[in-house]
């Protein structure tokens, strides 16, 4: 088993998270909805990450829906001291798995009280404002109106740190105005760069930021040069997308997900995998090659 307690670390909302973290989206069953196959193995991959020194948890009540949440109660409740789970509101679930933005006030409130019952929590340590946009990819707009519903919920002691997802530069310096944000999560990987600059910018204010799907999540990355790289360096094309990653800035936070023991021991690894220069400078010419950078 991969053991990251030797790993980085970053400062997330006043707590010390290693850089290699877990998201739980893939706990639930098929698209993502309604319960896994084997909850028993679900289970067990939660244990063995916190086992491995992740601290960092990504989930949300609308994976399942609250399916995910539930497991996560039952497999790691009560949590540990240093664990941060971190959950995000902003969409709801239709009876046939589709998902519907839910950013009223009213709705942002519900969804973060079905959090707190599935979690078994008191209050959320973080909850990430996930704004709906292009669904993988952020339009502007302003969203005063979503963070200050947030912003009064972490008034009132429900919340007590704000991050936002799938947002643009000038959504998260509107946020900023309002609330303190202490992350950020959007898609962001070896093949899609256009988070870059975003990334440097955060970086420079100590600001965490969270890729979403990292390995390409529901189209995983497919690169012969990825794959050639992976083959030289005894590792596999996803354990080298992920070193990548935490390599390409001190700020980022993984949070890869899987239902499968051996891809999570796989991903664990990657992050005691140290990337030359060279090797840095061939992935980076992958991403130009994709139109990406």
């Keep these: 088993m991969s053991d990251l307690k030797t790993t980085d670390t970053f400062p997330l909302a006043g707590r010390s998270v290693r850089r290699m973290g877990y998201g739980a989206m893939q706990l639930a069953g098929p698209g993502v909805f309604g319960p896994p196959?084997?909850?028993?193995?679900?289970?067990?991959?939660?244990?063995?990450?916190?086992?491995?020194?992740?601290?960092?948890i990504?989930?949300?009540?609308?994976?399942?829906?609250?399916?995910?949440?539930q497991i996560i109660r039952e497999a790691l409740h009560p949590y540990p001291d240093d664990l941060?789970?971190?959950?995000?509101?902003?969409?709801?679930?239709?009876?046939?798995?589709?998902?519907?933005?839910?950013?009223?006030p009213q709705a942002i409130e519900r969804g973060l009280h079905d959090n707190l019952r599935n979690l078994g929590l008191d209050a959320m340590e973080i909850v990430n404002l996930r704004i709906m946009g292009?669904?993988?990819?952020?339009?502007?707009?302003?969203i005063e109106k979503e963070v200050t519903a947030l912003a009064e919920l972490q008034q009132r002691g429900l919340v007590r740190h704000i991050g936002l997802s799938n947002v643009t530069s000038a959504q998260i310096a509107e946020a900023q105005r309002i609330t303190e944000v202490v992350c950020v999560q959007n898609h962001y990987n070896l093949v899609h760069r256009h988070d870059d600059a975003l990334i440097d910018e955060l970086a420079a204010q100590g600001i965490a930021y969270v890729p979403f799907?990292?390995?390409?999540g529901f189209t995983p990355i497919q690169s012969s040069a990825l794959s050639d790289l992976a083959n030289a360096l005894g590792a596999t094309p996803m354990q080298v997308a992920l070193a990548w990653l935490l390599q390409r800035a001190p700020n980022i936070l993984l949070i890869p997900g899987t239902s499968s023991l051996q891809h999570l021991r796989e991903n664990l690894q990657a992050a005691h995998l140290t990337l030359s220069d060279e090797v840095r400078a061939e992935l980076d010419a992958i991403g130009r090659v994709n139109g990406a950078a």
């Design 134 to 142: 292009s669904i993988h990819a952020p339009s502007e707009g302003s």
């Design 213 to 216: 799907f990292p390995l390409g």
């Design 58 to 69: 990504d989930t949300s009540d609308f994976y399942g829906p609250h399916v995910t949440n």
């Design 37 to 56: 196959k084997d909850r028993e193995a679900a289970v067990a991959v939660l244990r063995e990450a916190l086992a491995a020194g992740v601290n960092h």
């Design 84 to 104: 941060v789970i971190v959950t995000k509101l902003g969409a709801v679930r239709d009876d046939k798995g589709g998902w519907l933005p839910a950013m009223e």
